[in-house]
């Protein structure tokens, strides 16, 4: 008997795993032995803006949480299985994740309708109770659902057009088309408010 | 909407916005560790659950609650017997030493003979040249790595490691450059501008022998060895707490003991042995094989990483 005939479990020497890519870290979660600590990295780097996305999307904090909380399960349970995927597009992975899940959760409850709804301003509201970035987030609230999910991409998330583009899977130009959309609703929404405001 | 209110009207908009980001930012904060703790929770707890019911998933006849039942009814019955044999064994035991003692034969557990006789005759002045500091017949000393009386581990490797003749001063060198796992260290010592011909790969023996002449800080001064930082969330490998070494002369892990890369990818990995500090405070996930002065410095194994390699004084081995 020698010294090695120990089981040996874990052992322990642990990368540095803020210098490795994405394509990386996601090879290492694979690896049982390391695969809390990539995982975690991974985690570290994406989930505060998976977070203001999915908030974002579904208007709803805590519904972010149970989206993002059954997505990272969904990616720990699944380490075994995760195919290569190249640099660049794990971040595209998560969020596709993430917005088909959000996309499940408005379908279900029905906010999917929400969305289409026209601002109607409340000039009571806008006066006394809603402060006017609280208008503004409101008029952003109502943009129809696939405005709406460009512009947060585009905003929020800071992802390019292009890059939106890859990740809804529609042309360069709808996406530029929606995004200039949303923008001159939001902003005819905002002129409404400012008008008021000077009427008052 | 006029033209000219259009600056004024983006601004409020990029103000609301900047606005509810920052908010966002502080409630992911207090859900992020919330979260991750909770998705390796319950991920740990499934997969023992699948360990312990592995057929709970298969509903064979009944229902599935009938299935998870006998399941959890074959794992009950099981613990039992474990623990009434346990206990029977525990029993068994006491009764025998209670029989010893009314006879006067108790016989107590005692460190294997091999401690104090064979490292007395191993490290004997006249024959080795070694004056051992804390050797003593009744306390084995504590940097030993090789400390059986708590580990169970017969020191047939370790005897062989004491019996290399020391002579002299030993003295190490860390390698300039970094190197990778699968090099020939050898020729590494022969061509690294720090080393060269002079100079052989170090062994876990060497630095043993040099332990039990030497306080072990005198070489962490000499190659500037810092301190493996376990409370860092990610622990830092750099080329400064790493080195590359022998032990009892092999490279890697014997066959048998090498890692899997992945549970699935049976691909197998040989392991290089390397030497850290961990300054008395190991980690929990590793296991070192070896360690002197109380895991001030650790025997481990590892591969795919680049590390320098530690280096001793051929001559003195003559």
Known sequence: MSLFERPIRRICTMPKFEDQNDSDLLSLIRDESQAVVAFSALYDRYFERLFIHCAKFLGNAAEAEDILQSLWMRVWETRGYIIDIDEGNVKGFLFTTARHKCLDLLKSSAKAKSGSIDLVIDREAASADYATKELVLMAIDALPIKLREVFILNEYDGFTLEEISNLLGASLNAVKKRSERAKKILRETVSKLLEINVHE | ?318
């Open chain 2, 1 to 318: 909407m006029n033209k000219k209110d259009l600056p004024e009207i983006d601004r409020i908009i990029d103000a609301a916005i900047i606005d509810e980001a920052k908010r966002l930012q502080t409630a992911s904060k207090a859900a992020k560790d919330r979260i991750l703790s909770g998705v390796l929770v319950a991920g740990a707890a499934k997969e023992t659950a699948k360990h312990n019911f592995p057929s709970a998933n298969k509903p064979a006849r009944g229902t599935i609650a009938a299935a998870i039942t006998r399941e959890r009814l074959q794992w009950a019955l099981t613990t039992l017997s474990f623990a009434v044999a346990t206990l029977a064994l525990v029993l068994l035991v006491s009764q025998l030493r209670k029989t010893d003692t009314g006879s006067g034969t108790i016989q107590s557990v005692k460190p294997p003979a091999t401690s104090a006789k064979a490292q007395a005759s191993l490290c004997d002045t006249a024959k080795t040249g070694v004056t051992m500091k804390t050797v003593s017949a009744t306390k084995p000393p504590k940097l030993l790595p090789w400390d059986i009386t708590s580990q169970n581990v017969k020191p047939m490797f370790v005897a062989k490691t004491l019996a290399l003749p020391n002579m002299g001063k030993l003295s190490f060198r860390a390698s300039e450059r970094e190197y990778p796992d699968n090099v020939d260290l050898d020729s590494v010592v022969a061509h690294d501008p720090a080393l060269g011909p002079g100079w052989k790969v170090a062994d876990w023996g060497d630095l043993v022998q040099y332990s039990l002449k030497h306080p072990i800080k005198e070489l962490i001064d000499v190659i500037h060895w810092t301190v493996f930082d376990t409370n860092a969330k990610y622990p830092d490998l750099t080329t400064t707490n790493q080195f590359w070494v022998r032990y009892n002369g092999k490279n890697t892990l014997p066959e048998g003991e090498q890692h899997f890369r992945t549970s699935t990818n049976k691909e197998i990995v040989l392991r290089h042995f390397f030497v850290t500090r961990f300054h008395h405070h190991v980690p929990p996930n590793f296991l070192p094989h070896a360690e002197i002065e109380d895991n001030e410095i650790v025997l481990g194994s590892w591969y795919d990483w680049k590390f320098r390699v530690l280096a001793v004084r051929k001559e003195n081995f003559h």
